[in-house]
């Protein structure tokens, strides 16, 4: 079954259905910084300082030092040299890819990259990951994400400390940064990519690398003329970086208990370890989840016209009690 809400305020731990409540494990905020009181508080004074929004480019005469804080703010949180704001998760794919592609390089996409990595006319890889590994050269953008999405798949990303220091890996993050540890080592040009509206809450997108890829990248004529991130949101994360932290910890202890519940059952999800999401193509499972008072995603995605699979996300508003009553409902499905 896909079905459709329409609703006029952001869920939290439940959300009404049908005339009944239920656990709500859809979407993708993981952490649920809509609903954090300092998150609500910075961005309503965000907003009174910067108004709802602001047109620009990049180097418009008007700047804010927002943007320069908040990226410096964003790198250091990552563990990285620098990053570069755009103004979605996508922007910032493209910007990277096409910044890449300038050096002459071939891209090379990975099984089951996100579409907002993938450029005119290359297409996925067809094989397996491994393949996919196996298939790279010297002279390419090898591109990937960082975590599979919708369908939960971990990729190992050893094989980057051997790459050829020319060419590029560029790794889209948006499902893993700020909810887990995204540092690779790499030999050559690594640019990760982020969707902040996801962890993060706010509608932006983020670029992160060495120094010189991001100075470079912040001369470039594509990141200069698209738009920059809203400065009342940017000021509402800066001002939230504890609560992020705080609450990506939580979501790691409810991740690891909802492992720990299912440990050694032979199941009807795939899931990872120590991550806060479970993906299943079971028939019936997404009925019975929903018999159970637990209400998950359950609809086609990227393709429209594949199956549609039932995918859930363990928000960090969840008790330690809802994870308990949501894996016992997963073990007593047949």
């Not at 939960?152 to 499902?175: C, G, Q, R, W």
């Not at 990519?193 to 993060?200: D, G």
């Not at 738009?227 to 001002?239: D, E, I, V």
């Not at 690891?256 to 990872?272: P, V």
Request: charged share 15%.
């Amino acid at each position: 079954m896909s079905y459709s809400i329409t609703e006029t305020q952001i869920p939290g731990r439940k959300i009404a259905f049908e005339g009944e409540e239920y656990l709500w494990l859809g979407g993708t905020n993981y952490l649920g910084i809509g609903s954090h009181p300092t998150f609500q508080n910075a961005l309503a004074e965000g907003i009174q300082q910067y108004s709802q929004n602001f047109g620009s480019s990049r180097r418009n005469n008007l700047q804010f030092s927002i943007w320069e804080d908040f990226e410096q703010a964003l790198a250091a949180h990552f563990k990285v040299e620098a990053a570069a704001l755009c103004s979605s998760g996508l922007a910032a794919a493209q910007i990277a890819v096409q910044y890449a592609q300038q050096k002459g390089l071939t891209l090379n996409l990975a099984p089951q990259a996100h579409p907002a990595l993938w450029r005119h006319p290359f297409l996925p890889f067809s094989g397996t990951y491994s393949e996919w590994i196996s298939s790279h050269q010297k002279g390419q953008i090898l591109a990937s994400d960082g975590i599979g999405s919708p369908w939960i798949t971990t990729f190992d990303f050893s094989f980057a400390a051997s790459m050829h220091p020319d060419n590029f890996l560029i790794v889209d993050e948006s499902h893993r940064a700020g909810i887990q540890d995204i540092q690779i080592k790499c030999s050559g040009h690594l640019l990760q990519t982020v969707s902040l509206s996801k962890a993060f809450g706010i509608p932006a997108g983020v670029i992160l690398g060495s120094s010189a890829d991001i100075s470079a990248i912040k001369t470039d004529s594509f990141w200069v003329g698209s738009s920059p991130p809203n400065p009342a949101f940017c000021y509402a994360g800066l001002k939230s970086m504890e609560a992020y932290s705080r609450l990506s910890q939580k979501s790691q202890a409810l991740a690891n208990r909802f492992a720990e519940n299912l440990k050694g059952h032979d199941l009807a999800i795939t899931y990872q370890a120590g991550y806060p999401a479970f993906c299943s193509k079971a028939p019936g499972l997404f009925e019975h989840l929903k018999s159970a008072g637990i209400l998950v995603n359950h609809f086609s995605y990227p393709d429209i016209t594949a199956p549609p699979v039932c995918r859930a996300i363990l928000p960090a508003c969840l008790t330690e009690s809802d994870i308990d009553h949501i894996t016992a409902a997963i073990l007593s499905y047949a």
